[in-house]
């Protein structure tokens, strides 16, 4: 009888280690639900007042681990000299997480002085449990932005003025733009003579008078217009121009090559008007003279 109440004993001893062990391991699962934790931080010095600081926590979690987006730190004034500018969340996939951070420092020193960012808890959520994850604080230095004693002379003032800036050499620039306005000023009087806006420096036109008598001919005096037209002609070449020396008129001039057609039909036209007596004049003839005119001007003005 005794040898059966020691082996229940030891029977029961047994099962609550084996119920123990068990426990043990199903509550040790959830406890640690991030794989690697890395907090990535600036340089921890040299810093004043208004710069800021950019930070970056990097976890990554277990399978069937979520972070909880409400457990970051909210943007705005963490103490009286720190304030959370920013705080990005960004999931990289495979379970990493992604913390962007950026502070901002009003601390004004009078010495180097040692501060400290606050840390944060991070929750995450595993198999219907919390379990929180720290991010530790962050210590840096910052320094005075101004001297800590003022230098006056003798009247008392602070006759330290910043340096002035160092002038661009604007050389370079002055004789660029002064050749600019030069060969500007050069084509605006081309321009200008070529259109005819100085009467007293216009270049030799003599289509353009031909033109402008042509359009004052009444329709009757188409002797008068032929004649304007040989004249401005004559004038072009510098000499006269008859029908068999055209091809003369268009070898010195060969930008009137264009108006081929037309200018014999002129000299072939005036030939019959003046020498054969055919002064039969029709409505278009004139018409048709102005027209050749006109081209003609198009060509000497360089239109064409």
């Not at 006269?240 to 055209?246: A, E, M, N, T």
């Amino acid at each position: 009888m005794t040898r059966r109440r020691y082996l229940v004993k030891v029977s029961r001893l047994a099962a609550l280690a084996i119920a123990a062990t068990l426990a043990a391991a199903c509550a040790g699962g959830p406890s640690r639900p991030v794989e690697a934790f890395n907090l990535e931080t600036p340089r921890p010095f040299g810093y004043q007042i208004g710069d800021t600081i950019p930070m970056r926590v990097v976890v990554q979690t277990r399978p069937g681990v979520q972070l909880q987006p409400a457990s970051l730190p909210k943007p705005g004034p963490l103490s009286r000299w720190l304030n959370l500018r920013r705080i990005e969340l960004a999931e990289a996939g495979d379970g990493e997480y992604r913390i962007e951070l950026e502070y901002q420092v009003f601390y004004a020193p009078l010495e180097v002085k040692a501060l400290t960012i606050p840390g944060f808890a991070l929750r995450f959520s595993q198999y219907g449990q919390t379990v929180e994850e720290s991010v530790p604080p962050w210590q840096f230095t910052v320094a005075p932005l101004r001297e800590l004693i003022a230098r006056q002379d003798e009247a008392g003032e602070y006759l330290r003025p910043d340096q002035a800036p160092a002038l661009l050499a604007t050389a370079s620039v002055r004789t660029n733009l002064a050749l600019s306005l030069l060969a500007a000023a050069m084509l605006g009087l081309k321009l200008a003579r070529q259109y005819g806006y100085l009467p007293w420096f216009a270049r030799r036109s003599p289509f353009k008078t031909a033109e402008r008598r042509l359009r004052q001919l009444p329709p009757g005096e188409l002797a008068a217009g032929l004649a304007a037209l040989h004249s401005a002609l004559n004038a072009t070449h510098g000499t006269p121009v008859f029908g068999h020396r055209l091809q003369g008129f268009l070898s010195a001039h060969p930008e009137f090559g264009q108006v081929r057609a037309e200018l014999a039909w002129f000299f072939d036209y005036s030939n019959r008007y003046f020498f054969a007596g055919q002064r039969d004049e029709a409505d278009t003839d004139l018409a048709r003279l102005q027209k050749l005119c006109g081209l003609c001007r198009a060509i000497e003005r360089g239109s064409r």
